[in-house]
């Protein structure tokens, strides 16, 4: 906890909004995407896909083959902990929204599916995307597998895998994915792993996002290593996520955004 406070302080102190960004590109996403304060009929979906959630008192065994939690000490679990405290937050969830509906990716991969949280906001923001997500827990996947068909959220399919077995296949790479969202195991060496396993997918307008790359040392060490690669071209860090852009006509920028 100690290590992200101070890693905040630091990104507050080195943040900046629109007013200091001189690419189009990235004022144009922050003005016309981060920032869009219109209320949007999606939201409501969210938030009533989040309070289901919050009301189910039931408790499930749950697999985890990624760091671990800071929060949980058991594998036993309540599914309205679940989603209170290691799901999502709403806010990130409407800017998830808005970022697949600004870029409207045709595929995305999302590495880590918990209870499905990202994955409505991802659904809900391209319905016509071909979404897939991937998932080691069994019993949180059937919770949002449940979930997403309540909802009518239909364009998902879900993979009960482990993470690296899924990526290490190389017939993924004709196809491409135009968003991922990384949510999955956030340790370094999983992170660097996934990243070098998927680019081969990548395309010119490919975005990607990382999830808590200040949750340790080691995370930022794998956010630093990313923004170095040389096929790497914008990266927009908000604390929480790692935006990475792979567009050849930019020129290697690193943007450090309040949102």
Request: net charge positive; with cysteine; glycine share 4%.
């Amino acid at each position: 906890m100690l290590f992200q406070i101070k890693s905040y302080i630091k990104f507050l102190w080195h943040s900046k909004n629109e007013h200091a960004v001189h690419s189009p590109f990235v004022f144009n996403l922050l003005t016309k995407c981060f920032y869009d304060k219109k209320s949007k009929p999606e939201y409501l979906v969210l938030k009533n896909y989040r309070n289901s959630l919050l009301e189910n008192n039931k408790t499930i065994e749950v697999t985890d083959f990624g760091a671990g939690s800071k929060v949980f000490k058991s594998d036993k679990r309540q599914i309205s902990k679940i989603a209170q405290t290691a799901g999502i937050s709403p806010k990130r969830a409407k800017l998830l929204f808005r970022i697949v509906n600004y870029f409207k990716p045709e595929t995305i991969l999302e590495i880590g599916t918990s209870l499905g949280l990202a994955t409505a906001a991802l659904t809900l923001g391209n319905p016509k995307a071909k979404i897939t997500t991937l998932e080691g827990c069994p019993n949180t996947m059937s919770i949002a597998n449940t979930q997403l068909q309540q909802f009518g959220l239909n364009n998902v399919n879900s993979v009960v895998t482990k993470f690296e077995t899924y990526l290490s296949d190389l017939s993924l790479s004709p196809f491409g994915f135009g968003l991922v969202y990384f949510d999955g195991n956030h340790s370094k060496k999983a992170t660097l792993d996934y990243f070098e396993l998927l680019l081969p997918t990548i395309s010119n307008d490919t975005v990607w996002i990382f999830d808590d790359i200040h949750w340790s040392k080691e995370m930022e060490e794998a956010w630093k290593t990313i923004q170095k690669h040389p096929k790497v071209t914008v990266t927009i860090d908000t604390f929480q996520w790692g935006l990475v852009f792979f567009r050849r006509e930019q020129p290697k920028e690193h943007f450090i955004i309040r949102v």
